[in-house]
């Protein structure tokens, strides 16, 4: 089963284990749906996307439901599981299939890169681009560090999301982290007029900052200027301000 490439082909591959989680899935989630709950979760996420009304626990359990008995998926399934739901309009299919990817994220090879990218840049919101960065896209680095030339276009990016995915990627590396570039990436976007990325500089250099503190307030005495201010407080909440 071929993985689509970053421009494509439009369609989702196919597969009998994406024919079995997703009629097990329409069919679990459509049946629990809320519709009183639905509107004030549109809400909340700007009506990025409509919802069926599930809150997160009952959904994972839900979840839990549908893939019971289920094997274990190869690279395609995974493919072909995340575009299929993502071709579904209500959210809550979105993120069955981001917890599907953090979980199976081991299952993935680098090729399933421009998958990772189709995801981040279609019906893009914090809420599924944040895991993908740094539980989808950070394990495939971290599995393939050749990856990290991939990072170093995705920062130059005109998508935010994509630069936001660069930023965040290393987020959870800890002493792997590669700091150098890191405080690179956030020097060459510390200019950007989005929110969301700006939000992602200071996240990325405050969680760090949990593993060297010295090296996060040093690059800040040096450039925090250069940052905008809201750069500059995430990124000093683990430091004392």
Not at 14 to 37: K, N
Not at 87 to 95: D, G, I, T, V
Not at 114 to 136: E, F, G, K, N, Y
Request: charged content about 25%; glycine content about 6%; hydrophobic content about 45%.
């Amino acid at each position: 089963m071929q993985l689509p490439t970053a421009d494509g082909p439009p369609d989702p591959p196919a597969g009998a284990l994406a024919d079995t989680v997703l009629q097990r899935l329409t069919t679990v989630y459509a049946a629990a749906a809320d519709p009183s709950t639905a509107a004030a979760m549109q809400s909340y996420m700007k009506d990025v996307a409509p919802f069926l009304g599930l809150p997160a626990p009952a959904r994972r359990a839900l979840s839990r439901t549908v893939l019971h008995g289920t094997r274990r998926p190869g690279e395609a399934d995974c493919a072909a599981i995340a575009l299929r739901c993502w071709e579904l309009p209500e959210r809550e299919y979105h993120y069955f299939a981001v917890d599907y990817l953090r979980r199976y994220a081991g299952c993935c090879s680098s090729a399933f890169l421009p998958v990772a990218r189709r995801l981040v840049t279609t019906v893009s919101w914090w809420d599924t681009v944040d895991p993908l960065a740094v539980h989808l896209v950070g394990s495939l680095v971290a599995a393939d560090p050749a990856l990290a030339h991939d990072m170093d276009r995705w920062i130059a990016d005109d998508d935010p999301w994509v630069v936001r995915t660069a930023l965040l990627h290393q987020l959870r590396f800890g002493e792997r982290t590669d700091a150098a570039r890191l405080f690179s990436y956030c020097l060459r976007r510390s200019d950007h007029t989005d929110f969301f990325v700006r939000k992602a500089i200071g996240w990325a250099l405050r969680e760090y900052a949990r593993t060297d503190p010295g090296a996060v307030r040093g690059f800040l005495d040096r450039e925090g200027d250069r940052f905008a201010p809201l750069s500059v407080r995430e990124a000093l909440k683990n430091l004392g301000g």
